[in-house]
């Protein structure tokens, strides 16, 4: 038996009646000390004010009152009301309005809005005043340089930017503010100051330009060190001055440095003359090499006297696209010869020689463009008809075939002959590379066909033949119309023909395909519009070799 242990006693059971109880009686007690808390802090009477509290709140009401009838007075008076009795009310006013905000208990934000807009009101009537006086002054300041009388000038001009200093510095209105006159203010009271320095720069400036004139190297070396010593010398004493920026553009320096340059542009001179008396004897040789020492001149100036005024890029590039234009001279008239050759084998359709004289014309044009780009007087025409010729030069066969294989000779006219019908579809597509036809058909007439591109086509056609190439006039089908070589002259299509000189510039004849004529915008791609050419061959004669 273990007589240590002790005993276990049963516990107590659990009245769940009694724990609402007193969870009650706490809710109860929490409410009671609430309730006193309440009736402490809100159901006592009010202390009475202090003495303090009732002075404060009379001087409150007193000031409110003052404020309100400077506000009537200030609204009562005339515009035309003098200044000072105007700025007498808004200084009290802003006095008033800051021991108010002082005296109340606690800060009133419209207090604080008050004070600011008086003080507003204050500084734009003394803004007003200051600018007004400080433009008098300015004015007066102006009478006095006028008058030579720089001291006090200097003097009338400080006390302008002194009050225009104040202004801009100020709470008024941005209408009463000038930032750009008070730098010119500024400006106005160094440049008075820089004048003196002025007129000694001036001084040895032209006694500089009578030395040169003189050919008096020394002196002019001199006096031109002088000036750009008092050059310096505005640019560091009077940097917004005007007359600091007169002589720092490099003009001293430029003219000291054409001093050097004289010689080396003389003998640029001589070259210029040298190379166009060559050019115009047709020594191309020697007009090359005088044009080459000179631009060897200009470079020379341009590198070691780079403040000369002979200094330019312009006169370089003047002097190397002559020298290019030159050389390109010589192979101009070779290429326009060979392609007088190219046309005259083309025009007796002996094309295996013009294909040869085509290649080797455009071969020596492209080359001497390639080595002289910038040479004037291109024969941009030349160009694009060799591009040409050489780029169908397979088709050459084939469009000459077509086009003679239509051509009759034109009645009363045997030196020209006239297509027997429209062109057709195949002829122009191989001479334009392109077919607007919307009928379309190899053998068919072209049609839909711009008066533009039918000139465009007599011209590459032409060039194709070797022989001019046009469109007829009225009268040239009307003679064809009575000639049974011819098909029907209109061809079943309305036909562009010549325009007339002095037309309109937006509208060509038309001959219509039922024998009217008419006029039509020179754009117009009527469906049924196509056209036939002229030919500068004489068909009856024979072929010369």
């Known amino acids: 038996m273990n007589y240590d242990k002790v005993p276990e006693l049963p516990d107590e059971p659990v009245n769940p009646a009694r724990g609402r109880a007193r969870r009650r009686l706490g809710i109860v007690a929490v409410g009671a000390i609430a309730a006193a808390a309440a009736y402490w802090q809100f159901g006592r009477e009010p202390a009475a004010p202090t003495a303090e509290q009732k002075t404060r709140a009379g001087g409150v009401v007193r000031l409110e009152e003052r404020l309100e009838g400077l506000r009537t007075q200030l609204s009562a008076l005339p515009k035309n009301a003098a200044s000072a009795e105007r700025r007498a009310l808004l200084e009290e006013a802003l ?20 004070l600011g807009a008086w003080q507003a009101q204050r500084d734009n009537l003394v803004a007003a005043e200051q600018s007004r006086l400080s433009r008098e002054l300015e004015e007066a300041a102006e009478l006095l340089r006028r008058q030579k009388q720089t001291a006090a000038a200097v003097e009338k001009f400080q006390e302008a930017l002194r009050l225009q200093l104040e202004v801009n510095r100020s709470m008024a209105a941005r209408e009463f503010k000038s930032y750009g006159r008070e730098a010119r203010l500024r400006q106005q009271i160094e440049e008075l100051g820089a004048e003196p320095l002025l007129a000694e720069a001036t001084r040895w400036l032209a006694a500089a330009r009578a030395a040169v004139a003189g050919g ?137 020689q013009a294909q040869q004289f085509i290649a080797e014309a455009l071969t020596a044009l492209e080359a001497a463009i390639t080595q002289s780009p910038k040479a004037e007087g291109t024969d941009e025409e030349l160009r694009e008809r060799l591009g040409y010729l050489a780029l169908r030069s ?116 038309l001959h219509g395909a039922h024998g009217v004529d008419k006029v039509a915008p020179k754009a117009e791609r009527g469906r049924t519009t196509g056209f036939r050419v002229v030919v500068a061959v004489d068909l009856l004669a024979p072929v010369a070799r």
């Open 95 to 114: 006095a008033r309005q800051s021991e108010l905000l002082k005296l109340r208990a606690a800060p009133v934000t419209a207090d604080s809005v008050q």
């Open 216 to 352: 008096s190297w020394a002196d002019a070396v001199r006096s031109y060190g002088r000036a750009g010593e008092i050059q310096q010398q505005l640019a560091r004493e009077f940097p917004r001055s005007r007359f600091s920026a007169v002589l720092a553009d490099g003009r001293i320096e430029a003219e000291l440095a054409s001093l050097g340059a004289t010689e080396a542009q003389a003998q640029l001179r001589s070259f210029l003359q040298k190379a166009a008396a060559a050019a115009a004897r047709g020594d191309l040789a020697a007009a090359d090499k005088s044009y080459a020492l000179a631009a060897d001149r200009q470079q020379a100036i341009n590198t070691e006297f780079p403040n000369s005024r002979f200094v330019s890029m312009e006169q370089l590039e003047r002097i190397e696209v002559t020298r290019q234009t030159l050389r390109l001279r010589p192979v101009l008239e070779q290429v326009r010869a060979l392609d007088g050759r190219v046309a005259g084998h083309l025009r007796r359709r002996e094309l295996f």
């Open 394 to 509: 397979a088709d050459l066969a084939f469009v000459q075939d077509q086009t003679y294989e239509l051509l009759l000779p034109l009645p009363a006219r045997p030196q020209s002959a006239l297509l027997k019908r429209a062109v057709p579809q195949a002829l122009f597509a191989a001479v334009m590379n392109t077919n607007p036809s919307r009928t379309p058909g190899r053998n068919r007439p072209v049609d839909s066909v711009s008066e533009p591109e039918a000139r465009e086509f007599c011209r590459r056609l032409g060039w194709v033949l070797g022989a001019a190439t046009r469109l007829p006039t009225a009268g040239e089908l009307a003679g064809a119309a009575r000639d049974p070589g011819f098909m029907d002259p209109a061809g079943g299509l309305d036909e562009w023909l010549a325009a007339e000189a002095g037309g309109n510039a937006s509208t060509a004849p």
